[in-house]
């Protein structure tokens, strides 16, 4: 973060930015995976989201509880263990 602060090319200063943010691995979980290969994340500040978007490697646990045997069951279980659950 220092450093970032005291760079002074603006261009260095956005690349150590990025490269500060994107992390090697990303350990996380999901709302549910689909038999059939669906994954499905959400969450409500969005941070799941971006870690696995960002990292070079996603590690994802989850429990035998979240597998169902399709996409729309997957989003369906995300909606209502996640969306529900925020409101």
Known sequence: ??????????????????????????????CAIGEDGSIVVADATGNRVAGVAAAKNVVIVVGSQKIVPSAAEAQERAYQYVVCAMH
């Open 1 to 30: 973060h220092e450093a970032i602060l005291k760079e002074q090319d603006q261009a260095k200063a956005a690349q150590l930015r990025a490269e500060s943010s994107i992390a090697d691995y990303f350990f996380t979980s999901a």
